[in-house]
Nanobody, 122 residues
Framework: QVQLEESGGGLVQAGGSLRLSCEAS????????MGWFRQAPGKEREFVAR????????YYVDSVKGRFTISRDNGKNMVYLQMNSLKPEDTAVYYC???????????????WGQGTQVTVSS
């Protein structure tokens, strides 16, 4: 079992930045690909970014490319999402996810965190 806990959400003005953190416990994160998803009010949860177990391969949804950066520190069992140039449409609850492969973490993750709210004001 892997437990995931997100932090770092909050309220920020458009154009600002936030850094989300995801701390894992229970098992070492290095066994898993990691991802971030988000769910805006009234919308389905959507994939945002993923990173492979070693951290040398990343993938992003088009809407965040060039603005968001996913990274990981396996030694600390942490995953991060640096969000720059935030837009009001980035407002959502952001979820950390873990999966046994990059495909799994993108589509049907094995583990989810509880989420952290990000609100971007215009």
């Amino acid at each position: 079992q892997v437990q995931l806990e997100e932090s770092g959400g909050g309220l920020v003005q458009a154009g600002g930045s936030l850094r989300l953190s995801c701390e894992a416990s229970g098992r070492t994160l290095s066994s898993y690909a990691m991802g971030w998803f988000r769910q805006a009010p009234g919308k389905e949860r959507e994939f945002v970014a993923r990173i492979n177990w070693s951290g040398d391969s990343t993938y992003y949804v088009d809407s965040v490319k060039g603005r968001f950066t996913i990274s990981r520190d396996n030694g600390k069992n942490m995953v991060y999402l640096q969000m720059n140039s935030l837009k009001p449409e980035d407002t959502a609850v952001y979820y950390c996810a873990a999966g046994r492969s990059q495909v799994i973490v993108t589509t049907t993750p094995d583990y989810w965190g509880q989420g952290t709210q990000v609100t971007v004001s215009s």
